[in-house]
């Protein structure tokens, strides 16, 4: 499988990156949009577990577990 895997990459012209060590430091996190706000999954990046977060950034925007945008207004108002 990983030879087809392989094969396919090279057909399409396609590079393998490795990723360095230090792309999960303080960028990577994983945030769940459920009304369930215990995930049961764990996510994973080059074998280190993902931080659980209950709000994100993301371009601008404050993204919080329950979609409310609260978190984003509240944020801008006190900019202002």
């Known amino acids: 499988m990983v030879n087809v895997l392989l ?5 399409l012209g396609l590079q393998l990156i490795p990723v360095e060590d230090d792309v999960t430091n303080d960028k990577s996190k994983t945030v769940s949009y459920k009304q369930n706000h215990d995930p ?3 996510y994973y990046l080059t074998s280190t577990e993902l931080e659980k977060v209950n709000e ?9 577990s329950e979609l409310s ?12």
């Open 56 to 64: 994100i950034k993301d371009l601008g925007v404050l993204f919080d």
């Open 7 to 11: 094969y396919l990459i090279q057909a």
């Open 69 to 80: 945008f609260v978190s984003h207004y509240t944020e801008k108002i006190n900019r202002a």
């Open 40 to 42: 049961k999954y764990k």
